[in-house]
């Protein structure tokens, strides 16, 4: 197998046959598909658009068309049409083997040989004297979803095309089959192998401001684009690394102003490069991360070092054993631990008594000390101490007034039980 390319040298007085010109042609022809292979990926470059026809009877009679255009097929090779291409029964409607229901639509790549010498130019006894090659194209519609082919037909993998979209066939006894509907699923758009992409503008970075709109809006057809920018059109997917030195609009582009917005920036402190506009809704599947006082924090971490954080509970105390207490008493120190790293101290707090339960009555009459129906006061404090960065010891204290005792001098409180709700508030900040 030759690994050299070879191409015409021609010199004066060389004789030429026909097979060198065919050389010479197909060195030109295999060069540059060899070219659209390596540089592209394959796919429509423009136009191929399934359209309804303007002489369609909605919604009981549609007829479509492709529009015209200009793809790369996976061989490197250019599929043009020159004018829109009708989807009617003299063509693709009226092949065989048409199944109904969805149907992928695909544009290939075709090839045969035309044209005739000129009169008196021609050998009776010699084949294939055709002058020309036709490039031109074929349409093939192809049950959705159905495996590949093994007998040729198959336009993905036997013909190396385009698809278009997709179509839904009908078939009834007054109009045959007709497509009822039309749509741009699966429709391959080209791509580009490239390292970096390079605007042939002439870029002036100092006249972008990201506060401006600097993508001029018109009354009708394109928005006028600055100089150095990346278009990309609807439906193309990006795979791998993309690298954006200067600034991306994602939308129509927008102002930005303190007047409208007081919490920017003025736009002359604003960076000329590396700012992201986005004209619509952003869904972010992942964290979100700044880089904030020196330190990387997530968006959820930033949100939440900006709240407070409010923890809450409540505390039981058995009074029932006598002797146990006299007036008062406190709890085991709690230990509270925060996720804001140096809050305020001391941090706020309050505690309440929630509830308490009395002696009985029976009970309540033998106790000595203490006026005759004495008004019992129940109350709840605590102390806190700032242990380290993230944690504080949070101990509770009761009283219970007047003092009592029963009929052995023992004392008592007219309480089996207290129960004490608390809240502290952590507040960010030093």
């Known amino acids: ?186 429709r391959t758009y080209v791509g580009i192998r490239a390292l970096s992409v390079v605007s042939p503008d002439e870029v002036d970075t100092d006249s972008f401001s990201v506060a401006a709109q600097n993508v001029t809006p018109v009354t009708s057809g394109s928005p006028l684009a600055p100089p150095g920018y990346l278009d990309v059109a609807p439906g193309v997917f990006a795979r791998g690394n993309m690298f954006v030195e200067e600034n991306m609009v994602l939308g129509d582009d927008f102002v930005l102003d303190n007047t409208t917005y007081p919490k920017l920036p003025a736009p002359s402190a604003m960076p000329p490069n590396g700012n992201l506009k986005v004209n619509g809704d952003l869904f972010l599947q992942g964290s979100f991360y700044g880089f904030l006082a020196g330190g990387w924090m997530g968006l959820s971490d930033y949100i939440l070092s900006l709240m407070p954080d409010v923890q809450t509970g409540t505390a039981s105390f058995d009074l029932s054993s006598p002797g146990t207490a006299t007036t008062g008493g406190s709890s085991p120190p709690l230990t509270l631990t925060t996720r804001i790293s140096g809050f305020k101290n001391p941090p706020q707090f309050s505690v309440s008594v929630a509830g308490f339960t009395l002696l009985k009555n029976s009970e309540l009459s033998s106790l000595t000390s203490g006026l005759p129906n004495s008004a019992i006061q129940v109350t709840a404090s605590a102390v806190a101490t700032m242990a380290t960065a993230t944690t504080l010891t949070f101990e509770l204290v009761w009283t219970v007034t007047p003092n009592f005792k029963n009929a052995s001098s023992v004392q008592e409180l007219p309480l089996t039980s207290i129960q004490i709700a608390w809240i502290v508030i952590f507040t960010p900040g030093p």
């Open 1 to 186: 197998m030759a690994t050299n390319i070879q191409r015409l040298r021609y010199f004066d007085g060389e004789y030429l046959r026909s097979n060198d010109f065919t050389d010479e042609q197909s060195y030109h022809v295999a060069m540059r598909r060899r070219l659209n292979l390596a540089l592209h990926l394959s796919g429509i470059v423009e136009g191929l658009v399934i359209q309804q026809d303007a002489n369609s009877v909605p919604p009981t009679l549609l007829f479509f068309s492709i529009s015209a255009g200009f793809a790369i097929d996976q061989a490197g090779r250019e599929i043009f049409v020159s004018a829109p291409y009708s989807l009617s029964s003299d063509n693709v409607l009226g092949g065989i083997g048409l199944q109904a229901g969805p149907n992928e639509l695909w544009i290939a790549y075709t090839e045969t040989a035309s044209g005739l010498p000129a009169p008196g130019y021609q050998l009776c006894d010699q084949p294939g004297q055709n002058t020309r090659w036709t490039e031109a194209f074929t349409v093939v519609l192809k049950p959705n979803g159905a495996p590949p082919s093994t007998n040729g037909q198959d336009p993905n993998t036997d013909l190396m095309g385009i698809r278009l979209g997709t179509v839904t066939l009908h078939n009834d006894s007054v109009n045959g089959w007709t497509i009822t509907s039309a749509d741009a699923l699966g």
